[in-house]
């Protein structure tokens, strides 16, 4: 398979890293390369499975020939059910066996290499901190963001809403002080493409549409090309397709 080399995590971090880097690709595939993988999964061929690699790269495929395969197996047939229901509870559908697939992974490395129970709950809790597949898929992610943000009433709510204006945010540290006060401001939110948090020393921009922050690297505009952007619509809601 195409960035499918195998290697073998074997210290808490390297799985950990692994599972990051296939969780990375399996956004991109829900989100930013939507269009590309809808177009991949077409019903009419064989049993397809999504894969996605340590490299952040994904890959709709065939299942692995050899039985029992090599690692864990992502949820088969996942084409067969695209036009059968509507493209966001079937997008949302791949998110969740997604999600399960990337835990049976980072679990099976943890069982094969004598992980124990103190090693087993680091990295759950290492994993249990970033937001599932679904949860960015569904938007459940940034709700959950509001929802904390709402609860601790900070002061700085305005001066985030603010920063909306113009439709992207580069911060520019001019000292300590600030510094602190802007991770303070943004620190719980999550890219709408990676599901990472944000930082300071990141551009980022905002979707005119779903409201959903992305790291400009994660959805390709630079600081340049928003100074001529009317009104930035992220690929997710650019792909959208008017059901007839």
């Known amino acids: ?7 073998n995590p074997r210290t808490v971090e390297e799985v950990f890293r692994d599972f990051k880097g296939r969780r ?12 590309e993988f809808y177009q991949q999964c077409d019903p009419e061929k064989e049993n397809l499975c999504l894969y996605g690699f ?10 692995a020939e050899e039985v029992p395969p090599e690692l864990p197996e992502p949820a088969l047939g996942i ?38 129970k103190a090693d087993r709950k680091r990295l759950f809790n ?11 898929v569904t938007g459940a992610a940034k709700k959950q963001v509001k929802d904390r943000s709402s609860v601790s009433n900070h002061s700085s709510n305005k001066s985030k809403s603010n920063s ?12 300590e002080e600030d510094g602190l006060n802007e991770e303070e401001e943004h620190g719980d939110t999550l890219c709408g493409a990676c599901g990472e948090n944000y930082a300071s020393d990141e551009f980022w ?14 959805v390709k505009i630079t600081p340049a090309k ?6 930035y619509k992220c690929p997710s809601c650019s792909n959208k397709r008017p059901r007839p």
């Open 1 to 7: 398979m195409e960035g499918g080399a195998q290697y």
């Open 24 to 35: 990375n690709g399996l956004i991109k595939a829900l989100t930013t390369d939507v269009e």
């Open 54 to 63: 340590p490299s952040e790269q994904w890959e709709v495929n065939l299942p």
């Open 79 to 116: 084409n067969f059910s695209r036009d059968g229901m509507q493209e966001k509870d079937w997008l949302n559908l791949v998110a969740v066996h997604s999600d399960a697939w990337l835990l049976s992974v980072a679990f099976y490395f943890g069982a094969r290499f004598g992980f124990d």
């Open 126 to 136: 290492m994993i249990n901190d970033l937001p599932t597949i679904y949860e960015i």
């Open 164 to 175: 909306k204006v113009g439709k992207y945010a580069k911060v520019e540290v001019k000292d």
């Open 205 to 218: 921009i905002c979707c005119d549409l779903c409201e959903r922050w992305f790291h400009g690297k994660c």
């Open 226 to 231: 928003a100074e001529h952007i009317k009104q």
